[in-house]
């Protein structure tokens, strides 16, 4: 029977993996990180791992999942230790990650999450619980009152349900008990993160009580962040290879690649650590940076996932590694970054050669329908803001057009060879009833581009418009690859 790593255990791990070194006994937990999964673990835990490691004990992370206990419950039998395992081509490197000191999930205790947020000790809250946690409406910033959760939340805060909420709840707490609010900092991907979230945190404040709300907007912070760093999903045959390679069975483990990179707004309510000492940007605008690596990483990956996924291309590598796939990658850049105005310190050039070579890296096994989930919260900074930037200049966006035509595609729910997939989206329901409505795929992308949470309505009968809907029926006619192909060769000299 193979040991699990632990407390007890991480001594017999192999001399070439990385462990804490440093007394995870006196590290206080100056952190909290809502929504606790693969990419926090991969990457925001990991900086505060450095940072423990250089001597400042203050950064131990205290964290909370919302939903699933699936994360809880792989590490808590380990002391709260993973694998941090990086790969590159045929290297792979093994670090032990001690930074999270415990995991829990709020909804069992929602009192001591709330408890833990208002510690004296707790000067920075981390998030990452994707663009539906906001539960704010893409299309307007205001709450999503509909949602049952906040509803809740709105209604009474004694057992909060919502990221929000709990931000709320503490605040008040610390508020009364005379302590500074903390630095609130979101890590997803969405543009004006931190604006959002303290649209959010504000909003619901405000309902609660104005003079909480003024306090929270005059002492707290959220500042701007950019986070970015490709993080696949863990699967059966990665623990299995782990535990073959270290002696120890890891539940908890990630994978990931040797690029990491967070950039943060330098807005702070409080103590926060000495972030640049561990390669963190702090900067005093972090917009160009995040319209950068939405616009061309995760713009490109969204178009991979659509694409690829109807094509039956299970992983990203494959698909770059074909001439037509990169060739779309390379004309899609070219449309967004005509969009950008990157700083002085992003050379764009280096930048998206770089990333070729990322998703070129058949190490992570990223695949295209991890990438697929979520699409219409993704979409609007990915390549929609794209779209409109360039139809604003007169600019035809042929590759981006068709990115989002793949989207439209991928609601449909069947994939080029006619098997059936889950669409996993929160406007799923309403995607496939326009589906079930649409005429023909022309009616599908009007009735689609109506959507006002993902399109602008200027966008509607538009060229880019037209231009969207004759490329969905290419691809409802011909299929993903086909369409591809005489993309990429249209666009050539």
Same mark, same amino acid.
């Given at each position: 029977?193979?040991?699990? #790593? ?14 804490? &070194? ?54 808590? @039998? ?31 205790? !929602? ?48 057992? @909060? ?28 991907? #969405?543009?004006?993160?931190? %604006?959002? #979230? ?9 309902? %609660? ?13 959220? @500042? ?48 926060? =650590? ?13 917009? !160009? ?19 690829? +996924? ?47 070579? %990322?998703?070129?890296? +058949? ?73 079930? +409505? ?17 399109? =602008? ?5 538009? @060229? ?17 690859? &086909?369409?591809?192909?005489? +993309? ?6």
């Amino acid at each position: 029977m193979t040991l699990r #790593l632990g407390e007890s255990t991480v001594e017999h791990l192999p001399g070439d993996v990385e462990r804490p &070194a440093y007394d995870r006994a006196a590290m206080r937990r100056g952190v909290v990180h809502l929504g606790i999964g693969a990419f926090h673990r991969a990457h925001q835990a990991a900086v505060f791992d450095d940072l423990l490691g250089r001597g400042d004990m203050r950064w131990g992370v205290r964290a909370a999942s919302f939903r699933s206990p699936a994360t809880r419950d792989a590490m808590a @039998p380990q002391d709260g230790l993973y694998s941090l395992v990086v790969r590159d081509g045929a290297e792979e490197r093994v670090r032990v990650i001690g930074a999270v000191a415990d995991v829990l999930l709020a909804p069992e205790n !929602p009192s001591e999450l709330v408890k833990a947020l208002a510690a004296p000790e707790t000067h920075l809250v981390t998030l990452t619980v994707t663009e539906k946690g906001y539960k704010l409406d893409p299309a307007t910033g205001a709450l999503i009152e509909a949602d049952s959760d906040l509803a809740s939340d709105l209604a009474v805060l004694h057992a @909060p349900k919502t990221a929000p909420g709990f931000l709320v709840a503490a605040l008040a707490l610390r508020r009364e008990r005379g302590l500074a609010p903390f630095t609130a900092i979101s890590c997803d991907n #969405l543009p004006e993160n931190g %604006r959002r #979230l303290e649209a959010a945190v504000l909003a619901m404040a405000g309902r %609660r009580d104005p003079v909480l709300r003024d306090w929270i907007a005059e002492k707290g912070a959220f @500042p701007q962040t950019m986070v970015d760093r490709i993080v696949p999903a863990t699967d059966a045959a990665d623990i299995e290879r782990l535990a073959a390679r270290t002696g120890l069975l890891d539940r908890a483990m990630v994978k990931t690649e040797p690029f990491t990179q967070w950039v943060i707004e330098d807005r702070f309510a409080g103590e926060r =650590p000495d972030f640049e000492a561990v390669g963190v940007q702090v900067t005093a605008d972090v917009a !160009p940076w995040e319209t950068a690596k939405l616009r061309l990483l995760n713009g490109a990956h969204s178009g991979i996932a659509y694409l690829g +996924a109807l094509a039956g291309i299970e992983f990203v590598d494959r698909f770059v590694m074909a001439d037509t796939g990169s060739a779309f990658v390379e004309a899609l850049w070219d449309e967004a970054e005509a969009t950008l105005a990157p700083p002085a310190e992003l050379d764009i050039a280096a930048y998206r050669r770089a990333l070729m070579a %990322r998703f070129a890296n +058949a190490a992570l096994g990223h695949r295209t329908r991890q990438i697929a989930m979520d699409g219409s919260q993704k979409l609007p900074q990915r390549l929609v803001a794209s779209l409109v930037a360039r139809q604003d200049r007169g600019l035809a966006s042929p590759m981006t057009s068709l990115a989002i035509a793949a989207w439209m595609r991928w609601q449909a729910g069947r994939c080029d060879d006619g098997t059936r997939h889950a669409v996993d989206d929160p406007l799923a329901d309403r995607t496939a009833a326009i589906w079930a +409505a649409a005429a023909d795929p022309d009616d599908a992308a009007r009735r689609l581009l109506a959507i006002e949470a993902i399109f =602008p309505p200027a966008l509607a009968g538009s @060229p880019a418009a037209d231009e969207i809907a004759g490329w969905l029926g290419e691809l409802v006619r011909n299929g993903a690859a &086909a369409t591809l192909a005489a +993309a990429v060769r249209d666009q050539r000299p």
